[in-house]
Each structure stands twice: as C-alpha cells, then as structure tokens.
C-alpha cells in the first residue's frame, strides 16, 4: 500500500429538492480528482454525503406529511443513484442523521463547552414568526423576511456560542499568509468581505425547531447546522471514536472543494473550530465557480434545473462529465446553455476524440490487419509528435497540481488535436496507393500511441469511453499513469472500433430538449399542486 495518501471531500449535500447539474459539477471534479491522485499511485479516501439537519428539512416534510427521516430518505437514495450513475468513486458516503456523526458532534460540542470556547448566551436579531427563523439586519429584503416576505419582529433567543472572536487573527493570518483558500481570488473577497471589522461570536446552537443533533447537557437546544455539517470531514473517519484508524491516516484533509458561496464557512468557522479542538487543519480548501442558467445560479428554489439523467440518457455519462470539467473554467462561473452543451460535445468528442480513434483503428484494419509493430525510423514530423505525447504527463500534473482540471484536459485535447493534423500531414492513404509499407506502418503507430496515451490520460475524467478504445487497440486498461510515455507498446493487434459519440443534429436536438424541459416543468407543477 502506498505511503502517499490523499483526503479529498465534497461538501454535503441538502437533500431538500430535486438534484440537478449544479450538485453534479462540485462532486465530479472532486472524483477527476481523486481518480487521477489514485492513478498517480496515492492511497485515496473521497468522502461525500448529505447534510441531512436543519428547520428548511423540517417544514418540507411537515408540508409533505412525513416524518423528516423518511423526507430526506428519498432524496439521499435519489442523490446515491446519480452518482452511481455517473461513476463517482467515493470511498465513503456519510449521512448527518448516521447514529455515529450525531455522537461525535455531541463530543466536540461537549468538548468545546468544556474548554470554555462555547458559552451560553442570548441571541438577538429579526424575527420572523411564520417561518420561525431569526435573520439579521442585512439578510432581510426590504426590512422583510427574505423567505417569505411578510414582517419581521425584533427578538431575542437563548443561544450558546462559539467563540470565534478568538480566532479572529489566526485566521486572518491563515488566509493572508498561507495558500489555504484557492483560488487567490476569493482570499480577498473573505477578507473584505468578513474579516476586515473583525469576527463576532457564532451562535451555534438553536431552540425554535428540532430536527437537528441535541446539545446533550442542555437538550432544549441543538446544534447549529453548520457545526453538526462542517464536522462531517472528521466525524467520518473515526474521530471522537474508540478507534480512529482511519482519521489518524487520513487527517488532515489535502482538499475540501467547495462552492464559493460556502468558501465563508469552509475558511473562517471550520478552521476556528479546529483549533479550538486542537485537530490540525485541512491543507487546502479550493472554493469553485458556479454552474449559470441563463445568467442565475441554477438552483431548485428557481426552478431552473437541468436534469442530469435526461442529460446522461440522450448523450451518455462521459458527455455530461467532460462538458461539466471543460466547459467552466475551473474556479470561475460558466454558463449552461443546450447550445454549448451540444456544440462540446460535437466538436471535442465527436470530431476529435472520436473520429481520431474511429479512422486511426480503420487504417489499421485496412492496411495491416490491425497488426502494428514499433519503428526504427522517425521524421522530423515524428520528433515533434513523439514530444508533444511525452509532455503530456508533466502539463496535465502540472495543472492537477493547481487543482486546474479544465486545463488539464485542455492539455490531452491538444495532443489529440495535433494527432488529427499528424493525419493530414502524413497521408496515410497516399503511402499506401505509393506502396510505402514501413512508412505507414511507422505513420499508424505513431498514432496508435497518440491514441493510447490520451485515453490513458482522460481515465480519470472519462469513464467509459476510453475503455472501450482500449479493447479495440487490444491494450489493458492501465491502473496507473505510468504508462504515459510514447513506445510502450511494442506490437499491437487491434479490432474497429464503433462510434464513440454519434454526431447531433443541434437543430433537431435543441427542439426535443425544449419539449423535454416543457414536459418537466408541468410534471413538476402537478406534483406541487397535488
Ligand atoms: N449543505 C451545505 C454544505 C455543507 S458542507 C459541510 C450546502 N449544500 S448544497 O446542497 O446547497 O450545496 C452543495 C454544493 O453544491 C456546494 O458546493 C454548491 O456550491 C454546489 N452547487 C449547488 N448548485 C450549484 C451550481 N449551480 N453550480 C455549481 N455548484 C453548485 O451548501
């Protein structure tokens, strides 16, 4: 087993509506992650799960007439079949309602209060009746409940709170001084944004509602949503346990990926409350951009969702994973568009990837019977080509090493793009109409390794179709990124292979989906009706 480890999480999920793209982006760059730390030889742990608490959960169960178990029951068995159905390898996928997480956030709530660095205190801001929920002067929408619109009272609550005062210069230090929070961006809008009046103490416990982790020595309370969920990255490797295997071999996180709108508690709570347990601290939180509709933030509260599994149906599972990691520059927002959507897919898949490996394996067929063997004899051409595949390795570690993953898959696409013009140069069909065999011969294999090297590349983005190139260049699908050097292969035996991604007829394709959509929507408007 490999003494290189690697802890990577996802945030977890609320299970309070339909999922859609948005939840997948986060979670299939942190599995392109984890799968390509894994080929590179790590020993990797991937936590996801959901976040399970909280009076949101509640009152959608109340309004539905369950209980909030079997509420979010539903939604975390849905949440679990997406990601099976898009390949996402999690080691480990914890639920907050999990008897051992509420447990271990007894013990750090305990723990905390014990040290003093929780107190009790009261809790004062605007209240909102109807919606029993406490909001501050600057959360409210027109001196209103940003919720439900009606007006809020001045109230107070007994709370207890966290003393992240505290911490406020060691986490001014963190975040100024370290490469903690990625991208460098966001560390200034923490810093202006949060940090610059300095940090007020956190009310990290809650009376008006019940569906939460009780306060064991105070069971009117329960703890604050945000500690029972931020907690999940510990609590779910064993600490607070007997026996914590797995959290003295995995901790500290090297990477928590988050959203940006959530960087704030990722950066500024989770640390205070780490080192006021005395746990070291994550290496790295990356805080990405967003997933955009139409210019919004695709959310289910507004009803702009678009369906992965109509997504992954029409155009399989690798389309939706490499448009999610190529299409948004990693860390800013990116627009969802069905135009994009299928414009990425009939350019790169079709067009490049595809159709590299569906002509390449043709003329291997047609000229030598898939039977290919290694050359002696290179051109200049062939230099140049024999170098852009050997640089791959260094410029995708490179940019996986900045957590840049549509850079790195920016990097293989080129090397697949110089490929088809290694094509075109050569003229494979012209030396074999001149009779020159061991050109051609040389010429297909060169491209063969092309072809092998970047699908070995795009495994850990990819999960299918580079494997279904594999059996046709009649190659093991590697286990690691070993292999990523021209020549490996001394004599290949390859089969046709079918097409990768059929083309799509945007124009066709764009009206289906808008009826698809329309369907949705009304099916979605007689649910919450009914
Ligand atoms: N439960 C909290 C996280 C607690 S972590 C200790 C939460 N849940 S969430 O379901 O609202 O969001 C989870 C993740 O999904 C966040 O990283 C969020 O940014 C991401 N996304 C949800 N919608 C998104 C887009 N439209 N685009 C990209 N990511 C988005 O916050």
Excluded at 183 to 194: D, G, H, I, L, T
Excluded at 264 to 269: A, E, L, P, W, Y
Excluded at 397 to 421: Q, R
Excluded at 478 to 495: E, I
Aim: some cysteine.
């Amino acid at each position: 087993m490999s003494d290189k480890k690697y802890y990577i999480t996802t945030p977890i999920y609320y299970p309070s509506g339909k999922w859609h793209l948005g939840h997948c982006y986060t979670t299939v760059c942190c599995d392109a992650i984890a799968r390509y730390k894994r080929m590179k030889g790590f020993d990797v742990f991937f936590l996801t799960g959901t976040d399970e608490h909280g009076q949101k959960i509640e009152k959608k169960a109340e309004a539905k007439g369950c209980t909030p178990k079997q509420f979010v029951d539903e939604l975390v068995a849905d949440i679990q079949k997406l990601w099976g159905l898009l390949d996402i390898s999690y080691n480990k996928f914890i639920r907050t309602t999990d008897e051992y997480h509420e447990k271990a956030v007894q013990k750090i709530f305990n723990k905390l209060y014990e040290k003093g660095d929780i107190y009790k205190g009261k809790y004062s801001g605007k209240y909102c009746t109807p919606c029993e929920s406490f909001w501050t002067e600057s959360q409210l929408v027109n001196g209103k409940c940003p919720d439900c619109g009606r007006d809020v009272v001045d109230a107070e609550e007994e709370s207890y709170f966290f003393r992240l005062s505290k911490y406020q210069d060691k986490i001014k230090e963190l975040l100024t001084t370290t490469d903690f929070l990625q991208p460098q961006s966001r560390v200034n809008e923490m810093v202006n944004n949060f940090l610059k009046d300095g940090l007020n103490d956190l009310a990290v416990s809650r009376t008006s509602f019940k569906w939460g982790v009780p306060v064991t020595f105070d069971n009117k309370h329960i703890v604050y949503v945000w500690v029972d969920a931020l907690s999940n990255y510990i609590t779910a490797l064993g600490y607070a346990d007997e026996n914590p295997e797995l959290f003295n071999k995995f901790w500290p996180a090297d990477l928590h990926m988050v959203g940006k709108e959530i960087v704030r508690f990722h950066t500024i709570i989770w640390p205070a409350l780490l080192m006021a347990l005395d746990v070291p601290l994550p290496k790295k939180v990356y805080g990405h951009g967003w997933l955009l509709f139409g210019g919004d933030k695709m959310s289910k509260s507004k009803g702009n969702v678009v369906d992965p599994y109509i997504l992954s149906a029409r155009y399989g599972v690798d389309a939706i994973r490499y448009y999610l990691l190529r299409e948004i520059p990693f860390g800013s927002d990116g627009n969802y568009t069905n135009e994009e959507f299928i414009t990425r897919i009939n350019q790169d898949l079709v067009n490049d990837m595809g159709n590299l490996a569906k002509r390449t394996l043709a003329m291997s067929k047609q000229y030598f019977d898939g039977k290919v063997t290694k050359p002696t004899e290179f051109t200049e051409i062939d230099d140049t080509f024999i170098a852009n595949i050997n640089a791959l390795d260094k410029k995708v570690e490179d940019w996986m090493d900045k957590i840049n993953v549509t850079k790195a898959l920016e990097c293989i696409f080129e090397v697949i793009g110089s490929a088809n013009k290694y094509i075109d140069l050569n003229k494979p069909w012209e030396l074999n109409k001149n009779g020159e065999k061991a050109r051609l011969n040389a010429v297909i294999y060169n491209l063969l390794e092309a072809i092998r090297v970047t699908s070995t590349a795009l495994l850990p983005f990819l999960t299918s179709s580079p494997k279904k190139i594999f059996a046709s260049l009649g190659v093991c699908v590697p286990d690691t990124l070993d292999s990523l050097v021209y020549g490996q292969v001394n004599a290949y035996a390859t089969t046709e292979i079918e097409v990768l991604f059929p083309r799509i007829d945007m124009k066709k394709e764009l009206a289906e989906l808008e009826k698809l959509a329309e369907e949705l929507a009304k099916e979605e408007e007689k649910n919450h009706m009914g």
